[in-house]
């Protein structure tokens, strides 16, 4: 993408209404537009990151054997009522009438809408387990929206429901999902803590909430200091996962140190010493539930088991805050300078900046490069503008595309190309001719 044609609107000053960092820099870097309180529009920069944020949480999902499907915005309150959540949810709940008058909501969750959808088609135990997932917008009406992306009220989210004959089947569930959660945040470079946590309006008595520890996190966390000291993330992806096997170990190993969200941590029953106890805030990127019985019984889902008889499903619910990860990565990820994509994640592979647009050898040699790269398979922002080198160097660094590639007259008279390292900020001259091969994919 020539970044002369991209829709990409820089701010130069700190937006006065943001109030943290991941806020700031994906206003300063144009990746979102506030509509209302809450509310966002997602523009080229941002949308990118996004996609590719929701991908990575799409093949976790995948890889554990949950399906995808996509279920609507809009539900009607009728399923609400079946499970008694419709009064009980409040003022969060955005409800909605008809021109027909019949009362429907904009989804802050699904587990009515997908229960009826198991309810209706699996009539047997032969037909479980089964786990399906979607990634679609949620609407809470928060009372305070804040954070930008962080807490929004309208929000991207992947939740799964899965559905078993009993108890043991669905702690199986419960701990793929658990894997899944880990590799998935692992993959993004992000270490997150699975707590003990309290169940909220969803329900039940297992869950996780999967936290990163940040200063600007909206949860009171406590762990065992052990947590902070391990290298989990290489652990996780370097383990060879059989879904289909005992995952009870797995899930025993990232569970045996303690760790507890705010709500249900008591000083007076804590395990851990004083002195090893680590008190902090974290950023809630997903949280898993088993529920049991508690949507399927009073919504009549039911299965024949083995002996004929009718059994309730066995049900639990993860959620990943996919559109909340973003802003969590720029806070795990960011310096003074901008924003600092981990290369997963990153809207572009590279940045080329052409310091002479003006210059018929520069620009020969910046497009001629251009060409190349994006014939190669790597996405590129090409910096062609006509604007100082400095206005050029503060946009790359905002953005914080992992690489970028430096064109200019002296480099090129002595037959190489600058390569600067976001992270690490260190440079290196490439010759000319290496360059594409370098960062082939
Ligand atoms: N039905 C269950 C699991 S599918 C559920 O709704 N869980 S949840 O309430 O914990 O939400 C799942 C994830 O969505 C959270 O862990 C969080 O990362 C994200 N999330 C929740 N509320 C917001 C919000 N207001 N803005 C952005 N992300 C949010």
Request: proline fraction near 8%.
């Given at each position: 993408m020539r970044l002369s044609q991209y829709f990409l609107p820089?701010?130069?000053?700190?937006?006065?209404?943001?109030?943290?960092?991941?806020?700031?820099l994906m206003l300063r870097a144009g990746m979102i537009r506030q509509s209302s309180a809450g509310i966002y529009s997602w523009l080229p920069l941002g949308l990118r990151v996004l996609k590719k944020v929701e991908q990575i949480v799409r093949e976790e999902q995948d890889r554990s054997g949950a399906q995808e499907i996509l279920m609507?915005?809009?539900q009607p309150a009728e399923l609400w009522r079946e499970s008694g959540r419709y009064d009980d949810y409040g003022k969060e709940m955005l409800r909605i009438k008809d021109r027909h008058e019949r009362e429907m909501l904009y989804g802050p969750t699904n587990e009515e809408q997908v229960t009826e959808?198991?309810?209706a088609s699996i009539k047997s135990y032969r037909d479980l387990?089964?786990?399906?997932?979607?990634?679609?917008?949620?609407?809470?009406?928060?009372?305070?929206p804040r954070f930008g992306v962080m807490r929004g009220r309208e929000f991207l989210m992947k939740d799964n429901y899965s559905f078993d004959l009993d108890a043991a089947g669905a702690k199986h569930s419960y701990n793929k999902m658990f894997v899944a959660y880990l590799r998935t945040f692992a993959r993004m470079g992000l270490k997150a803590i699975p707590m003990r946590a309290d169940t909220g309006p969803i329900g039940g008595d297992l869950s996780h909430e999967f936290q990163i520890l940040a200063e600007s996190g909206e949860s009171e966390v406590f762990c065992d200091r052990g947590w902070l000291e391990t290298d989990i993330l290489s652990d996780i992806l370097a383990k060879e996962i059989?879904?289909?096997?005992?995952?009870?170990?797995?899930?025993q190993s990232f569970t045996s140190l303690y760790a507890a969200t705010g709500e249900i941590h008591k000083p007076e029953t804590c395990?851990?010493?004083?002195?090893q106890l680590v008190t902090g805030r974290g950023i809630e990127v997903g949280q898993t539930f088993y529920f049991g019985t508690k949507y399927s019984e009073p919504m009549g889902a039911v299965v024949t088991g083995p002996d004929g008889a009718e059994v309730p499903l066995e049900m639990g619910s993860y959620g990943i805050g996919v559109s909340r990860l973003v802003g969590a990565l720029?806070?795990?990820?960011?310096?003074?300078?901008?924003?600092?994509?981990?290369?997963?994640?990153?809207?572009?592979?590279?940045?080329?900046?052409?310091?002479?647009?003006?210059?018929?050898?520069?620009?020969?040699?910046?497009?001629?490069?251009?060409?190349?790269?994006?014939?190669?398979?790597?996405?590129?922002?090409?910096?062609?503008?006509?604007?100082?080198?400095?206005?050029?160097?503060?946009?790359?660094?905002?953005?914080?595309?992992?690489?970028q590639l430096i064109v200019g007259p002296r480099g090129l008279a002595a037959g190489h190309i600058e390569w600067k390292q976001r992270r690490s900020g260190a440079r290196q001259d490439l010759p000319v001719d290496s360059v594409v091969q370098r960062f082939a994919t």
């Open positions: 820089l701010l130069r000053e700190n937006p006065s209404e943001a109030q943290i960092v991941s806020h700031r609507p915005t809009i959808i198991v309810h387990p089964k786990n399906l997932y979607h990634i679609q917008w949620k609407f809470r009406d928060e009372v305070r059989d879904y289909d096997g005992d995952l009870e170990p797995f899930f395990p851990v010493a004083a002195e720029i806070e795990a990820n960011h310096d003074a300078a901008g924003i600092i994509w981990p290369e997963r994640v990153a809207p572009f592979r590279l940045g080329l900046i052409n310091l002479r647009p003006a210059d018929d050898k520069c620009r020969g040699a910046a497009d001629g490069l251009y060409g190349k790269l994006r014939g190669a398979g790597v996405e590129v922002l090409y910096d062609d503008r006509d604007e100082s080198p400095g206005a050029k160097f503060a946009a790359m660094d905002l953005i914080g595309l992992p690489d």
